[in-house]
């Protein structure tokens, strides 16, 4: 091993020493039960909100997909930034709404949501399950995403399986001990360090490797003018339909994404999510840096076989190693933190919905008392599940990296489908079970069928937002035909509905 890949494999391993410790030490003097452990027992205040769920945003996608989508495609990439920021704009308004129905009837996840509108189990089940089939690709990404990272920071010494597994025990420890609260603590660890390594990117890699940023986009103009036009160089169609489709799709999906709503739940008002919900756009503006490093290297590695490595490909040969060191303990932390929430939204939907006692509304929707042996058996298996959802990201990422990454694609519009029953139900009080049930399995046929087919995107429209329209018109159908025993009229607001 070089001096090089010394000095930057002992600075990761003090990082991940340091990390374990943040995360540890933020649930010392905490309360023990389910609600602390899943959503902070709702005590999170702004500042903690908005790293929180920034940390879920920028993740290692951001420094590895993003300059790898810019270095291979261009100005499609740029949906990324768009979705994040109109879905904000969204949660503004979805947010407060969900966090006043989930504190009112004391509910910790987009499962328990479902079981109580509908008074059935079986509906928060299945919200349950197809929420996990969607997620757990997102895992693997993290973890694969982390081995990359680590391998290219240490200059090669660090094998990817074993960066993998490394990313694994780490987040598990403090995810397990602390939840949610031990991630929002690590988040912030990871912004400082996020914030102070693209900053640096913007000023050093335009200056470093070619005449600064004038140059740079002049270049971009002149020689590269296909990566600024939709629908990009050769990106298969991503053109403007696919990328506006593609924002609205994912503007409305990520209000309820499991961990978008763990960050909802673990505020301390509605008002909390207001604010941060104005300040997060502003935090996607350091993604525009991965992308203008990815095209940078158009110039600098134009024949780079693996896009992915477009940022670690400039910096580990013009770089000491300390700093190489420090971008990849950013770019690991910024895998290790949306794990850990993704692992635990999984342990969150499991552990009461289908292992626990459902979520204990009573036909009427009181609250059933529940004694602390029941919550703490709860949680235990809630953690339990945690930690299973992240060995079969972990052995899909050792044995079968090709395979759930595929899926992590459709993860997105998997998700989609679940929006007429966790959202659009709570304000339309006449739509039954059965049309949520239907709609859900229509759309995810739909969705599955047009990937299967090679037909996604559908004349440059994304699969997603059409299985979504046939999800929202069998619901239709069926509320039209057998409308929910008792149900509001038609005219009533959703702000009475959200009173019942």
């Known amino acids: 091993m070089s001096s090089s890949a010394a000095l930057a494999t002992t600075i990761f391993a003090l990082a991940m020493v340091a990390t374990i410790a943040v995360g540890l030490l933020s649930a010392r003097g905490r309360d023990k039960g389910l609600a602390e452990w899943t959503v902070s027992s709702r005590g999170l205040g702004v500042l903690f909100i908005w790293l929180l769920m920034a940390g879920e945003t920028y993740t290692s996608f951001s420094f590895l997909g993003t300059a790898g989508w810019s270095f291979s495609f261009g100005v499609p990439i740029l949906y990324l930034v768009a979705y994040l920021t109109t879905g904000f704009a969204v949660a503004y308004v979805v947010g407060p709404a969900l966090w006043t129905y989930a504190s009112r009837h004391r509910l910790i996840s987009i499962a328990d949501m479902a079981e109580h509108r509908f008074r059935s189990r079986p509906v928060g089940m299945l919200v349950a399950v197809v929420a996990t089939v969607f997620i757990v690709p997102y895992i693997q990404v993290q973890i694969q995403g982390m081995g990359v990272v680590v391998n290219a920071m240490t200059y090669g010494s660090v094998d990817l399986r074993v960066a993998a597994v490394i990313s694994f025990v780490v987040a598990e420890v403090f995810i397990l001990v602390s939840g949610l609260r031990g991630s929002a603590w690590v988040s912030a660890l990871k912004d400082v360090l996020v914030v102070g390594v693209v900053v640096f990117l913007a000023v050093y890699v335009p200056a470093h490797f070619l005449d600064g940023v004038g140059d740079f986009m002049h270049r971009m ?144 929707g009181r609250r059933r008392g529940s004694a602390p042996a029941g919550d703490m058996r709860t949680k235990r298996l809630s953690q339990l599940v945690c930690l299973l959802a992240g060995l079969v990201a972990l052995a899909g990422s050792l044995f079968f990296p090709n395979t759930l990454v595929q899926l992590s694609v459709l993860s997105y519009e998997g ?11 709570l304000y339309w009080r006449r739509m039954p079970a059965s049309a949520a049930v239907a709609g859900m399995l229509v759309g995810l046929a739909v969705m599955t069928l047009l990937w299967a087919t090679g037909n996604d995107p559908l004349a440059g429209i994304n699969g997603g ?21 008792g149900a509001a009229p038609p005219e009533r607001t959703a702000a009475a509905n959200e009173a019942v």
Request: proline content about 9%; cysteine-free.
């Open 221 to 364: 103009v002149t020689e590269k003018p296909e990566w600024l036009t939709f629908p990009g160089h050769e990106s298969g169609g991503l053109d403007g339909t696919w990328f506006v489709t593609t924002l609205l799709l994912n503007a409305v999906t990520i209000t309820i994404f499991p961990t978008t709503v763990a960050g909802y739940l673990s505020a301390k008002s509605p008002n909390a999510l207001r604010r941060n919900a104005v300040l997060l756009p502003w935090y996607q503006l350091l993604l525009f840096i991965p992308m203008m490093v990815g095209a940078t290297a158009l110039f600098v590695v134009p024949n780079l076989k693996n896009p992915d490595l477009a940022l670690f490909s400039l910096v580990t040969d013009a770089l000491p190693a300390p700093l190489v060191a420090v971008i990849g303990v950013a770019g690991a932390l910024s895998a290790i933190v949306p794990m850990s929430v993704f692992m635990l939204a999984i342990g969150t939907l499991w552990g009461r919905t289908l292992l626990g006692g459902g979520n204990g509304a009573d036909p009427r």
């Open 415 to 425: 998700l989609a489908q679940l929006v007429p029953a966790v959202l659009l139900a």
């Open 465 to 485: 937002i059409i299985a979504l329209a046939a999800n929202l018109a069998v619901t239709a159908a069926v509320t039209a035909v057998r409308p929910a025993p």
